[in-house]
């Protein structure tokens, strides 16, 4: 984010390549629009507030790296729903005027029209409106109809599921709930091959409701829905129910499966009595119960993170192979029921470890352990790769820990890991009808598990590649000389395995467990 300014410095550098370049466009004063990033900012992006000049790309690129354009990046990740988060500085920089409210651990979230793909504006009834934010805040399925049963509002995680939880479906505010325009553009969700069954479905648990709130009764209403449904509508008689009801549709699953959604309905009226709308709400078919174990038994963040990852692609990560020397004469000397215990605590601990560093967890193969540090996580690639090395020393520690709980000294439970770094990776998520996991793909992968293997003695072999990643910084909290530190092609060391031999011969590591 460039502001023009009279300090010197990298910063001053970028704002006055930002205040040079050639006008756009125009636009309202007060409002913020982000220009393409390749203009000399060096992918960031270049606003001016209470202006009305706005920059155009040019064929000249600059890169910028360092500490502004990761927090600015921090900043992006932050926020949600078209939001544009600024800092303090940045707003005092522009002379826009400090508001008391909508301040947040120093960022303030100002308030952006939305597109098609952007947060549905709230409704203008207050009553659809304050529905519409408690749906909102609570992260619900929820979408919410006007008397006309026009979609007024459809929350981002309503938009998401019907995405596929890849992408946010497009806006559909304003087309009525079972009319023509709204199905045909359900239809081209990529949950859209259910998008007819759907809405029959719909129309069939609340269609009582609709005719009630349609002028002409059967015919008007006729008139109004997709040809698709009409034979629903012949069938549509007054409801019992005045305020709620619930039902159940087939959804849209992993594998062409079907999973069951429960859909219930709310009528909405004011303190006057006036109806202002109805809230359709769905979930999974799942208890409550069920659900709350889930969540217990899952980290929010890292299930955050998985999902940001669901649509697969090229992302820069660093890698971190771990793996229990001595596994076989341990399970040979305890019984099967308490290695089985042991296994469970060593990978809990795993798991919160990589969790805790910011990390995602691969698969599990007997006692190893796999975890990805994806840089756009964390918002550059040295933390990315601080958080990789950290996670091993913290993993170090937690066997010790769960040694102890086990009745097993230090020495039972000794860890090899092999740190690396992917530049090309293609990492995503796998989900199946009985799992979802993160997995990766790419030659740094193996050369990973390569390093791993190499790293007998409960050592910790990270490569030149990830080391070379840190900022000086970062290097010194784990005692890293960048300009001092030596390295060792992984084919001489004499813990080489055949196969690093053979796969990784040249690839330089150095060992951070000395």
Not at 330 to 356: H, P, Q, V, W
Request: net charge negative.
């Amino acid at each position: 984010m460039c502001l023009r300014s009279a300090s010197t410095g990298p910063r001053a550098d970028i704002a006055a390549r930002c205040s040079s370049l050639p006008e756009r466009e125009s636009a309202e004063p007060g409002r913020l629009l982000p220009v393409d990033g390749d203009h000399g900012c060096g992918g960031t992006e270049a606003l001016e507030f209470d202006r009305a000049e706005f920059a155009r790309p040019c064929s000249r690129r600059d890169d910028y790296f360092g500490p502004v354009v990761n927090l600015t990046a921090r900043l992006e990740a932050a926020g949600h729903g078209g939001q544009v988060l600024v800092t303090l500085a940045v707003r005092l920089a522009a002379g826009v005027d400090t508001p008391r409210r909508g301040h947040q651990g120093g960022m303030y979230c100002l308030p952006v029209q939305p597109d098609d793909m952007g947060s549905d504006p709230l409704p203008q009834d207050p009553t659809l409106a304050e529905m519409a934010m408690a749906m909102r805040d609570a992260t619900h399925w929820a979408a919410l109809v006007d008397p006309e049963w026009r979609v007024v509002y459809t929350t981002d995680d309503l938009r998401l599921a019907g995405g596929f939880m890849v992408e946010r479906a497009p806006s559909v505010v304003g087309m009525h709930l079972f009319g023509s325009e709204h199905l045909s553009a359900m239809m081209e969700w990529r949950t859209g091959e259910i998008a007819v069954e759907n809405m029959r479905s719909q129309l069939a648990q609340f269609g009582g409701w609709v005719l009630e709130d349609t002028p002409g009764g059967h015919e008007a209403l006729r008139a109004l829905v997709d040809p698709r449904l009409l034979d629903i509508v012949d069938q549509l008689a007054p409801m019992d129910q005045e305020t709620a009801t619930s039902g159940v549709y087939s959804g849209f699953g992993v594998g062409g499966n079907r999973p069951t959604i429960d859909i219930t309905g709310i009528r909405l009226r004011d303190s006057g009595g006036r109806l202002a709308g109805t809230a359709i709400i769905q979930k999974p078919h799942l208890s409550m119960s069920v659900l709350a174990g889930l969540g217990a038994e899952g980290d929010v963040r890292h299930l955050e993170r998985m999902r940001s990852v669901a649509s697969a692609g090229r992302r820069p990560a660093a890698i971190l192979f771990a793996d229990l020397e001595g596994s076989s004469p341990l399970s040979r000397k305890l019984s099967t029921a308490n290695y089985f215990s042991l296994g469970r605590r060593m990978a809990r601990a795993a798991d919160r470890c990589i969790i805790e560093a910011g990390g995602m967890t691969g698969r599990h193969v007997g006692d190893g352990v796999v975890a990805f540090f994806v840089a756009e996580h964390y918002g550059s690639e040295s933390a990315a790769a601080s958080a990789c090395i950290g996670a091993a020393r913290a993993l170090t520690s937690a066997m010790q820990d769960v040694a102890t709980r086990s009745d097993l000294g230090p020495e039972d439970l000794r860890m090899r890991y092999g740190l690396h770094w992917g530049a090309t990776l293609y990492i995503g998520q796998i989900t199946t009808a009985g799992r979802t996991e993160v997995t990766a793909l790419g030659d740094e992968v193996n050369e990973g598990a390569r390093i791993e293997a190499c790293a007998t003695g409960g050592r910790a072999l990270a490569s030149k590649p990830l080391i070379e990643r840190l900022e000086p910084a970062a290097a010194e909290v784990f005692g890293i000389d960048l300009d001092q530190i030596t390295y060792t092609p992984l084919g001489e060391l004499t813990t080489a395995t055949e196969k690093a031999r053979r796969d990784a011969p040249a690839i330089a590591v150095c060992d951070l467990s000395a």
